[in-house]
């Protein structure tokens, strides 16, 4: 892979200069500086209109901002329905803080230990195998956790809102997909993410993550957050809506993570096999050329 990331960042830059030798007119000094497994050259924050040029311009940015954004999509569909639950079940504020202080600490062993099997299941399934285990192993707890919240208020049936039985298994499941969401997210989807920037070139590294990071986070919790509301204006705007609406929260939370494992299918051929032409030679220091 590294291997790789060194053949591509030598064709983007011999393509660099080729351009501007294209431009240049009769009689004019063109100098460009290149640096290609030599000392690093100071780089220039990128503004956020050229990381999302930068991102417009590869369908491996794309891929990964599609992952990033579904994630957050996901995560944003399932917390406030879960919270929703957990506020019905602990009504207290100290009982509450409470919950939430053992579920914090859960995760952070939880992670602990997958940090340390991380490296393995890498090694074993791959990156692909390892991308895609994020939102498989969501899916199965989400699939679980809707059709027990969904119960909870009779959906296609005729039970009463607050029935212990159902809302103390839908808060465990969904305690569950948070935990499962949290830290696959923590040892698997963030260097699994990291890793497949290794194979772009210079500028996508530099551009590209940034738009990527930032700007497909934001927009994931903003896309998350308006599905949200518009799903419960459709279903009246009452205080229970947000239990009301969860056929419609599963259907979008499984559209999410159907775009999502397809941008990982896609971004698995950066592994899978090569898709840069080795380029012969290297292009290090100061090149004048005289039209």
Not at 22 to 31: I, L, M, Q, R, S
Not at 55 to 82: D, F, H, P, R
């Amino acid at each position: 892979v590294y291997d790789l990331a060194d053949k591509r960042q030598r064709r983007e830059e011999k393509e660099r200069v080729n351009e501007m030798l294209v431009k240049a007119k009769k009689g004019d000094t063109v100098e460009v500086e290149l640096t290609v497994g030599g000392k690093k050259v100071k780089s220039v924050k990128p503004t956020m209109r050229q990381s999302l040029s930068e991102l417009s311009g590869s369908w491996e940015l794309k891929s990964m901002a599609i992952m990033v954004v579904c994630y957050n999509v996901c995560i944003e569909l399932t917390e406030v329905l879960w919270k929703a639950l957990l506020r019905k079940t602990y009504t207290t504020k100290s009982a509450y803080m409470g919950f939430m202080a053992t579920f914090s600490q859960t995760v952070g062993w939880v992670t602990i230990v997958m940090q340390l099997v991380a490296p393995s299941i890498i090694r074993t399934l791959g990156w692909k195998g390892s991308a895609m285990l994020v939102p498989l192993s969501m899916g199965a707890f989400a699939i679980w956790f809707f059709t027990s919240a969904a119960g909870i208020n009779g959906v296609g049936g005729g039970g009463a809102v607050g029935s212990a039985s159902p809302l103390t298994t839908a808060l465990l499941i969904g305690t569950l997909l948070n935990v499962v969401s949290k830290v696959t997210k923590y040892s698997l989807f963030d260097p699994c993410k990291e890793m497949a920037y290794i194979p772009l070139g210079p500028e996508a590294k530099v551009k590209g993550k940034a738009a990527v990071d930032v700007f497909g986070a934001r927009l994931g919790r903003s896309i998350g957050s308006a599905s949200q509301q518009l799903v419960m204006l459709a279903s009246g705007g009452a205080a229970s809506s947000i239990i009301q609406s969860i056929p419609f929260l599963g259907v979008l939370y499984m559209t999410a993570l159907g775009f999502w494992s397809n941008a990982v299918w896609n971004l698995g051929q950066l592994f899978d096999k090569p898709t840069v032409e080795p380029t012969p030679g290297g292009l290090t220091g100061l090149i004048r050329v005289r039209l």
